[in-house]
C-alpha cells in the first residue's frame, strides 16, 4: 500500500506551529500537526469563573500527582496539560526551568501577552556594543508583517513614538488602574517611562471573540478567547480548510532524511500506545520551543549529519539565551490605605510596562550593555499576596489585611542575557526519557552582564516607589531561575553564512532547504521585549518563503 506523503509536517501548535498551520492550509497544503499532549476544551479545562475554594484541592491539584517542580503552572484548573515525565538534564554547575505545555496551543494558551515589537536597536545590537552578531535583516523588512499579526490577533495598546519600541496598529489600550496613575507621577520624577504595555488582549470584539470581561483567569486559559491562543484563533481557521490533520499526544522524536539527507518526514511516539510512528512530507517545520527544537534535531542523526541534522556549522543547539525574571522592588502606597477594594487586578494582564530606557543614544552609558525593560503589578487581585507577611490573628487579621488590600505594588524586570559560548543544548550520553529518546542536557549560567541590570533595576524601582509616596519594602535575593521567563532563544540563530549560522532570515535551515526552524531558536539574540508575536511575525514571514519555493516547483507538492 502506497505510504501517505504531506506537504508538510509541523512539530509543535503553539505560537509558531499554530502560525504555520493557519498559513500553509490557508494557502492550500495539506498539512500534518503534530503535537505532544492533548487537545483542550475550554468548557471543561478552563476556569469558567470557578474560585479557587470551589476546587477540591482549592486549585493546587492532587497533591498525589501535581509536579512540585511545576508550581503554579499545574493547577487543578487544566490538570495534566503540563509536563510530568518528559525531563530534561542540566550540566554541572547549571540551573535551568524548563516546563512545557503539551496541550495543543502551547504556551499560547496562558501566556502573558506582552507584544511589543523588536526594532533596528535589537537587531543591530552587535554593531552598538560589539557582543554577539547582528540580525540578518532590518525592521523595513519585517514591520509590514507585524502589522499583518497585530491586525490578526488584536493587540491593545496606544502610539508612543519611542524608536527603540516601534509603534504598530493597535485596539485601544487598558487603561491605567489607580496606582498605576500614581506610580506613572512617580517614574516621571524619576525619568523613567511608565506606559501602556502592547498586549494581544482584547479592548473590543474581534475576529468574533468578545472583549476582554476583567474575569481574572488569564493564566489558566481564557473562557472566550479573549486573548490570542492557537486554539481559539489559528486552529479553527487551519481546519476550516480541511487541510489539517492534527495528531495529539504526538511526541517528536526525529526528522527522517531521504537518500540524498533531505527532510522526508518525522518519528513520532505515540503516547498512547508507546509505540513509534513514522509520518512523511515535502517539508518539514519544527517549531517546538526553543530547547526542544534543538534537541529534536540534535537526536535527529543519519550518515549524512552525524551531529545532528542540519549542523555543519557546529552551531546547533549553541546560543542559549534567556530573559532573566526577578522581582525588582515591592512596597505599598499609603495614600490608598483603607480604601475599598475594587477588582482593578484581576485582568491578571501586563497593562502596563516601564519599556527598556537605558543605553538609547550611547549603548555604553550604563555599567552595561543593552537594556531592560520593567512590569509593574499592584491592586486587588484574587488573593493578596502580602496577607502570608501581615501580623495578627482572627479579626485583627482579616482587619489588616482588608485595609492594605488595594495598596500593594511591585516591579520584575525582563533582562536579556548576552549570547555566550558556555550557554547551550547538547545531548545528554546517558540519560533518556520514558520512551527511550535521548534528553536534551542544558548548560547554563547568567552572564555578569545581566546581573548588572538586575542590580539596576533594583535601584531604579526603590526610587519610582518611593518618588510616588509609596513606601518601599524590599526585592527578591536572588533572580528567578534560568529557563523561568519560558522566553528562550538562540539554539538554530539565523544569518547569512551557512558557516556561522543554522538558519537563514527566512528560519530555512542552510544544509537542509525543505526543512524549517518556526520557534524563538532563529533569534540571533533576545531583546528587552517578549518573543511570542515576534515568532508569529517571523513565522508568517518564513512560511510564506516556503509557499513561493513550492510555487516554484523548488519543492514539489504531495
Known amino acids: 500500500m502506497a505510504k501517505q506523503e504531506y506537504d508538510v509536517i509541523v512539530i509543535g501548535t503553539g505560537a509558531g506551529g499554530g502560525m ?20 483542550l476544551d475550554p468548557e471543561k479545562d478552563f476556569r469558567n469563573h470557578r474560585m479557587p475554594w470551589d476546587m477540591k484541592y482549592r486549585s493546587f491539584g492532587d497533591p498525589a500527582t501535581r509536579s512540585e517542580s511545576i508550581g503554579f503552572m499545574d493547577s487543578e484548573y487544566v490538570a495534566g496539560v503540563w509536563d510530568h515525565e518528559i525531563k530534561f538534564t542540566t550540566a554541572p554547575g547549571s540551573k535551568w526551568f524548563f516546563p512545557r505545555c503539551l496541550a495543543v496551543g502551547g504556551k499560547t494558551n496562558f501566556w502573558g501577552r506582552s507584544s511589543a515589537r523588536f526594532g533596528d536597536i535589537d537587531f543591530r545590537a552587535a554593531s552598538l556594543d560589539g557582543h554577539g552578531v547582528d540580525w540578518p535583516l532590518t525592521y523595513a523588512e519585517i514591520a509590514p508583517y507585524y502589522s499583518r499579526v497585530e491586525r490578526m490577533i488584536g493587540v491593545a495598546s496606544s502610539v508612543q513614538n519611542r524608536p527603540s519600541n516601534p509603534d504598530g496598529e493597535y485596539l485601544p489600550p487598558f487603561n491605567f488602574r489607580c496606582f498605576d496613575n500614581i506610580l506613572a507621577k512617580g517614574a516621571e520624577k524619576v525619568g523613567v517611562p511608565y506606559l501602556h504595555d502592547r498586549i494581544a488582549q482584547l479592548t473590543r470584539d474581534h475576529e468574533g471573540h468578545p472583549a476582554c470581561h476583567f474575569c481574572g483567569a488569564c493564566t489558566t486559559g481564557c473562557d472566550t478567547g479573549s486573548f490570542f491562543s492557537t486554539h481559539w484563533r489559528f486552529l479553527p481557521k487551519a481546519e476550516a480548510t480541511k487541510n489539517l490533520e492534527l495528531r495529539t499526544n ?20 505515540d503516547r498512547g500506545t ?11 517545520v519544527v517549531a517546538a520551543t526553543c530547547v526542544e527544537t534543538a534537541r529534536i534535531m540534535l537526536n535527529s542523526k543519519s550518515r549524512f549529519w552525524p551531529n545532528g541534522i542540519a549542523n555543519s556549522s557546529g552551531q546547533l543547539g549553541r546560543n542559549l539565551c534567556d530573559h532573566l525574571y526577578g522581582e525588582s522592588a515591592r512596597g505599598y502606597l499609603p495614600q490608598l490605605l483603607g480604601q475599598p477594594s475594587f477588582p482593578d487586578g484581576v485582568g491578571d494582564n501586563t497593562i502596563v510596562w516601564m519599556p527598556r530606557w537605558q543605553n538609547l543614544k550611547n549603548p555604553k552609558e550604563e555599567s552595561f550593555v543593552r537594556g531592560y525593560s520593567v512590569y ?59 520512551y527511550g529518546i535521548p534528553l536534551a542536557r542544558i548548560h547554563f549560567q547568567w552572564d555578569e552582564n ?61 544544509d537542509v532547504p525543505n526543512l524549517y526552524a518556526c520557534d524563538a531558536s532563529i ?28 510555487r516554484s516547483g523548488k519543492l514539489k507538492r504531495a
Open 250 to 269: 504526538a511526541l517528536a522524536k526525529d526528522i527522517l532524511v531521504d537518500e540524498n539527507g533531505m527532510a522526508k518526514g518525522v518519528a513520532y511516539i
Open 274 to 284: 508507546k509505540q513509534e510512528v513514522e509520518v512523511y512530507g515535502r517539508a518539514v
Open 376 to 434: 509593574p503589578y499592584g491592586g486587588c487581585s484574587e488573593y493578596p499576596w502580602y496577607a502570608m507577611q501581615a501580623e495578627g490573628f482572627g479579626s485583627s487579621y482579616k482587619r489588616e489585611v482588608k485595609r492594605r488590600y488595594p495598596t500593594p505594588v511591585s516591579f520584575s524586570i525582563q533582562a536579556p542575557s548576552l549570547p555566550l559560548d558556555t550557554n547551550f543544548v547538547d545531548i545528554d550520553p546517558e540519560a533518556k526519557d520514558p
Open 523 to 550: 533569534f540571533p539574540s533576545p531583546t528587552d521585549k517578549t518573543t511570542t508575536i515576534s515568532i508569529m511575525t517571523f513565522t508568517l514571514r518564513g512560511c510564506e518563503h516556503m509557499l513561493e519555493d513550492f
Open 20 to 39: 504555520a498551520m493557519k498559513t500553509l492550509c490557508e494557502a492550500g497544503l495539506k498539512v500534518c500537526a503534530l503535537n505532544a499532549g492533548r487537545k
Open 450 to 510: 545581566v546581573l548588572k541590570m538586575w542590580e539596576h533595576s533594583k535601584k531604579v524601582c526603590a526610587d519610582v516607589i518611593r518618588a510616588a509616596g509609596g513606601v518601599y519594602e524590599g526585592s527578591a535575593d536572588e533572580p528567578a531561575v534560568p529557563g523561568w521567563s519560558l522566553h528562550d532563544t538562540g539554539t538554530c540563530r539565523m544569518g547569512n553564512d551557512p558557516k556561522k549560522f543554522v538558519t537563514n532570515p527566512f528560519g530555512q535551515t542552510h
